[in-house]
């Protein structure tokens, strides 16, 4: 199945991940709208990009009401992606410790996010399109401390399987990204970021940092892979084989 002349949407295409399938879409033939929070990130996302058929919106996703005005500004499209929000910045520590009402922070983007985003997206997605989310691999790999960023991680999961069933024929996948050389890196020093990098990757098989490119190209087969729903694609470099 071709992305030629497509429309699809990425919410949190501005940086990183998203930005990389935007710009992949693109070169594919598709025409690509952006969205982020700020409109000073969407607007130089469309510029970064290029000319060509690319547009930039804001959208928050916290917001059902902001959602609701940006799909309708949309209009008619075949596929959307969702990278917005990260599992990070929130550190680990034993769930006596958590306070639950920051807690309940964690959820508020990538999975009621989420949510807001598919329940309007249906009005007009084509039935023939797909939406793609994204998962974290600490649903896979869970640390001492990440008791709610597991059990989060793991609810996308089981999202997709949910709607996939609910939505059909609209197919709904995720991918799950392993460690990506994207910008929530570039705090820490170059040299210490590399040693970061093979210190975390050593004992994968692939023995590397990813690349959002690389990523990408797992949303750009799920949302040409017409037989392909219910599924949760892992590009971790082989972390979860090890």
Not at 68 to 77: Q, V
Not at 120 to 130: F, V
Not at 186 to 198: C, N, V
């Amino acid at each position: 199945m071709s992305l030629q002349s497509k429309r699809v949407v990425i919410i949190g295409g501005t940086s990183g991940i998203g930005f990389a399938v935007a710009r992949a879409a693109l070169d594919e033939g598709a025409d690509v709208v952006v969205a982020s929070s700020q409109a000073a990130n969407a607007d130089a996302a469309a510029m970064a990009l290029g000319p060509g058929s690319i547009a930039g919106d804001v959208v928050d996703v916290r917001d059902e009401a902001s959602v609701e005005a940006f799909f309708g500004r949309a209009g008619a499209f075949d596929h959307l992606v969702f990278t917005a929000g990260d599992w990070g910045g929130r550190g680990a520590r034993p769930l006596g410790e958590t306070d639950l009402e920051q807690a309940k922070d964690l959820a508020a983007v990538r999975y009621w996010g989420a949510v807001a985003a598919i329940k309007h997206a249906t009005k007009t997605i084509s039935t023939h399109g797909s939406i793609t989310l994204t998962n974290g691999m600490i649903a896979h790999r869970p640390r001492k401390g990440t008791p709610l960023s597991t059990a989060m991680a793991g609810s996308i999961e089981h999202l997709v399987r949910g709607l996939a069933v609910d939505l059909a024929p609209i197919r709904v996948n995720a991918v799950c990204p392993g460690l990506i050389h994207t910008g929530v890196w570039d705090s820490i020093p170059e040299a210490d970021r590399q040693t970061q990098f093979e210190r975390l990757t050593a004992r994968q098989p692939i023995a590397r940092i990813g690349e959002p490119e690389e990523a990408a190209e797992a949303y750009l087969y799920l949302m040409r892979g017409g037989y392909t729903t219910g599924q949760v694609l892992l590009v971790d470099g082989g972390s979860s084989v090890v």
